[in-house]
C-alpha cells in the first residue's frame, strides 16, 4: 500500500463502493447516489481495476461481496465517517451531549429502543433520546423544521426534501392467546378469516394488508377491534378469542409477556420493510450520521431478518388454504 499514490486515485469511487456495498443494487446505489446506473457501473468496473478483485458478484438476488469486499466494508465506512466529521464545519460537529429525537410508532420503540439506547451510548457517550409519535411529526412536518432528526417506519411516501435507507425487513405473522379454542392444530384460511380480529389503524385508516391477502384466496375477514396504537394489540388479543397480524420482531417481544401463540399465516402476507429518513439539509451532520449507524446497528442485534417464525411458543403453517 505504501506505494499507492492518492492523486491518481478518484476518491469518489469510495462513495460509491460504500453504496454498493449497503444496497447491493446499482440501481438502488445510483437512486441514492443521484447519478445514473451507467455511472456506477462505470464506476465498479474502476474499483475493480483499482482493488484487482471483482468486489461484487451478480447473482439473481442482487450482487454478493467478495471476500476482499467483506472485508474493507468496515473499513471504509469507517473512514468515510471520519471524512465526513473531518470536512464538516465546526458548527455540526456532533456534541458529547446531545439531544437527538426519533418519530416512531410505538412498535418501532418496542423493538429497537432497548439495542438503540446501547448502541448510541457507544457512538455519542452522554446522547439522550426524544421520542415522538407520528402523527406529531406529520402535523409538525418535523423534519423540514428540524424539530425532528429521524423518522423510522414505513411512511406511504417518503418525506419531501428527505433521504432515506431501508433498516430492515420482517415478515408478518399472526397471534392469538395460548388458550385460544383454535390454538392447537393447524389453521386454515377459511377458519382464519373467520375469526374475530383486531387491526391496526395508523391516523384513522386501517391496515389494510390481511384484507387484501384473503381476497386473493377469495375470503373476508370481520374486524372486531380497531385501535391506535401497536401495544393496545396484545391487550385485545390475550383477554379475548381475537386474532391479529404482527412483524416478527414485535410477535416474538409479547409473546411472552402476554402468554400469546406465534403461528405463519396460513395466506401469503407481505414482508415489512422498515427505512430510516432524514433531512437533506442533515446529510452531513456528524452527529446525525451515528444516529443513523446506531439504528442500523440496533436493528441488526435485535433479530433476524429471515423470514422463518422461529419464536418463543410452537408454529404451525396450514397446509391447505381453505377448510
Not at 455511472?39 to 442482487?62: E, I
Not at 418519530?103 to 446501547?118: M, R
Not at 401497536?230 to 386474532?243: K, L, R
Amino acid at each position: 500500500m505504501s506505494s499507492v499514490n492518492l492523486r491518481n486515485i478518484d476518491l469518489n469511487l469510495l462513495v460509491v463502493l460504500a453504496a454498493l456495498l449497503e444496497e447491493r443494487s446499482a440501481t438502488r446505489a445510483a437512486t441514492r447516489l443521484h447519478v445514473t446506473q451507467s455511472a456506477v457501473s462505470n464506476a465498479l468496473r474502476r474499483l475493480r481495476s483499482l482493488f484487482d478483485d471483482a468486489l461484487l458478484v451478480r447473482t439473481p438476488h442482487g450482487f454478493v461481496p467478495t471476500a476482499r469486499a467483506e472485508l474493507l466494508a468496515p473499513r471504509l465506512h469507517a473512514l468515510l465517517a471520519a471524512t465526513t466529521e473531518l470536512l464538516a464545519p465546526e458548527s455540526a460537529q456532533a456534541p458529547r451531549a446531545r439531544t437527538f429525537t426519533i418519530a416512531c410508532t410505538d412498535a418501532i420503540g418496542v423493538v429497537l429502543l432497548p439495542q438503540l439506547l446501547v448502541q448510541l451510548s457507544q457512538r455519542v457517550p452522554g446522547a439522550r433520546l426524544r421520542m415522538l409519535a407520528l402523527d406529531y411529526e406529520v402535523q409538525t412536518d418535523g423534519l423540514a423544521s428540524g424539530e425532528v432528526d429521524l423518522l423510522i417506519g414505513m411512511p406511504p411516501t417518503p418525506p419531501q426534501g428527505c433521504r432515506g435507507e431501508r433498516v430492515y425487513e420482517d415478515p408478518l405473522v399472526c397471534v392469538m392467546r395460548a388458550g385460544h379454542p383454535r390454538a392447537r392444530g393447524t389453521l386454515t384460511a377459511a377458519a382464519y378469516a373467520a375469526l374475530p380480529h383486531v387491526e391496526l389503524a395508523l391516523f384513522g385508516r386501517a391496515d389494510d394488508r390481511v384484507d387484501r391477502a384473503l381476497a386473493r384466496v377469495g375470503l373476508r375477514r370481520q374486524i372486531a377491534l380497531l385501535v391506535g396504537h401497536f401495544s393496545s394489540i396484545p391487550c385485545a388479543i390475550a383477554g379475548s378469542d381475537c386474532v391479529a397480524a404482527l412483524s416478527l420482531r414485535l410477535a416474538r417481544a409479547y409473546a411472552q409477556p402476554y402468554a400469546l401463540r406465534v403461528f405463519e399465516p396460513p395466506v401469503r402476507l407481505p414482508q415489512l420493510q422498515i427505512s430510516q429518513y432524514w433531512h437533506r439539509r442533515a446529510e452531513h451532520d456528524a452527529g446525525l450520521h451515528q444516529l443513523r449507524e446506531a439504528v442500523r446497528a440496533a436493528a441488526s442485534a435485535a433479530g433476524p431478518t429471515s423470514s422463518a417464525t422461529k419464536s418463543p411458543v410452537p408454529t404451525k403453517r396450514a397446509r391447505s388454504q381453505r377448510s
